[in-house]
């Protein structure tokens, strides 16, 4: 495994709750969830890059949403 290294997080009180919430809701550490949404903001941005859209869709109310990321 690679080398691993320590860095200071600091979360606004309604973060950690959101935080916290996932981390309890997935069964996962909070050092977890931050790893795979790390992960999957890499996925998300690669595909953009490459000029793809990120949709939603409600199939049950066919219904899609473009989702924008800055």
Do not use: H, P
């Amino acid at each position: 495994m690679k080398d691993k290294r320590t860095m200071s997080l600091n979360l606004t009180e309604a973060e950690m709750e959101v935080l916290d919430d996932l981390a309890r809701r997935k069964d996962l550490t909070k050092t977890a969830v931050i790893r795979q949404a790390i992960r999957l903001y890499q996925l998300v941005d690669q595909r953009l890059s490459k000029g793809e859209k990120l949709v939603f869709e409600d199939e049950a109310a066919n219904k899609k949403s473009e989702l924008m990321v800055l």
